[in-house]
């Protein structure tokens, strides 16, 4: 069974920068795809990012703010956020499945972290 943790949420002001983290257990992490995803209250998982270990993908409201980085030695996954907006805010996700296209969507992955606050002020 995969446990996803993630960690590294919290308050930033707009402009700022915040790195994510979500550690993975299990054997099949140097082969499976990686994606972070975030939610609103009331609204639907969003895309945000995802590596399938050789290419990386964005979501278009954070590419080139945004960059998603694995060690699969580690079992570790990051998401490193810069010039942060206030519409940034939300939980955000890690997850985890066997490489599947399209990697935006959430039935995509099979496994879930219980997500990580960010908040970022105007």
């Known amino acids: 069974q995969v446990q996803l943790v993630e960690s590294g949420g919290g308050l930033r002001q707009a402009g700022g920068s915040l790195r994510l983290a979500c550690a993975a257990s299990g054997r099949t992490f140097s082969s499976s795809a990686m994606g972070w995803f975030r939610q609103a209250p009331g609204k639907e998982r969003e895309f945000v990012a995802a590596?399938?270990?050789?290419?990386?993908y964005y979501a278009d409201c954070v590419k080139g703010r945004f960059t998603i980085s694995r060690n699969n030695a580690k079992n570790t996954v990051s998401l490193q956020m810069n010039s942060l907006k206030p519409e940034d805010a939300d939980i955000y996700y890690c997850a985890q499945g066997r490489l599947r296209y399209p990697v935006r969507l959430t039935t995509s992955y099979d496994y879930w972290g219980q997500g990580t606050q960010v908040t970022v002020s105007s």
């Open positions: 590596s399938s270990g050789t290419n990386t």
